[in-house]
Every structure is written in C-alpha cells, then in structure tokens.
C-alpha cells in the first residue's frame, strides 16, 4: 500500500533528532529503505570527514570545536532533498540548528525514558569512542561519569524544551522494535498532512 503525504512535498526531507541511544541511525536506515531514499547519518559523515572520532574531536578541539562543525555540516544536509537525516544528539542545542531543521524539512523527535537510553548505550560497543562526555563534571571526571544514568538525567534535562521546540513529530521508542516506530513515523507524517 503507497502511503500519501499530501502535505509534503516529494522530497521534503526528514530529520530525525534525539538524545543518544534514542535509535536515530537504525530507524533511519530503515525509514530510508521504506520511502526508497538515501540517509545519511551526521556524526559517520563528520567523522569520515574530519578522518577522526568524535571522541578526539572532543579532545582536540572541545565540544566547542566539535559544535562548529556540526553546524557547518548541517548547512550541508538540509540541502539535500530526499533524504533521511540522523542527526547528532546535541545537534539541538543551538538555536540557529533547529531553525534550519525546522524550515528544511520534517523533523521527529526519537524518545525514550532516561533507563531505556542507559541499558542501549551500555551496550554498544562503540559509545566511548563516538559519545564523550557532556557535563562539566564529567568532563573532569568528578562527580559524573560519561552516559552514567545521571549525566543521561542532567542533560535530558536541559534538553528536553529544545527537542520539543524542533520537532514536527515525536515517536516513543522504549519497549518498541525499530519496524514499529518506523511505522508510527509514516503514520504520524501522514495523519500532519491530511
Ligand atoms: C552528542 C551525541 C553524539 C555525537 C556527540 C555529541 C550529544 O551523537 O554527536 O558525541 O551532544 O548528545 P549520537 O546522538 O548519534 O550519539
């Protein structure tokens, strides 16, 4: 069955935002698949880019650093038409970010609960190399440990008015396969536009 998006036009794009461990490059691989389009997801394209992880672009050139070139490869991506974007975890915190998102195309918020996010961080593999710390007292290993429940608690915190405030869309993922939130994505697209 072909879904329809009146509202959409044919190659709107779609980004998908969200706290890390909140499934945006798996759903978007398969979202991708679903509509027949390219996706891209940011931190691969950043890292393949600047030939390092994210984790030493942290260490080199500070999350500062690290946020100039997020910026500057989003100018990139909400040119592409067609195409389902994963977007970094912290692509949000700048203001000028979620305006070029939100004029650009249609943007759904992943969510999860704060354990939820831990347990799928834990385990993968991967975590300590692409997601340095984000707290200042993680950073200085004090008090907080990088995607400890409590640093997930604190900046989820901070950031929840700012993934709300850019979204078109939000899609729950606890408990949910990636099939299933990739349907509800469809789903709520279309019922926007009708
Ligand atoms: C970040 C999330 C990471 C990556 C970087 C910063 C964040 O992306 O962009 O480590 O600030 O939440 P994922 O959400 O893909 O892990």
Redesign the pocket.
Known sequence: MALVFPNLQPRTPIFLIG???SG??TVARLLAESLGWPWVDA?DLLERRLGKS?RVVFAEDGEDG?REF?AALLEELVRLPGHVV?T???VIQREANRERLRQAGRVVWLTADVQTLWQRLEGDPTCAE???A?TSQAKEGKTLAANSLAEITEVMRLREPLYRACAHATVETSGRTPEAVVAEILEQLAIRSR
């Open positions: 706290y890390r461990g945006k490059s931190d994210i690290f997020e994963a970094g975890g912290g692409r997601r340095p984000l």
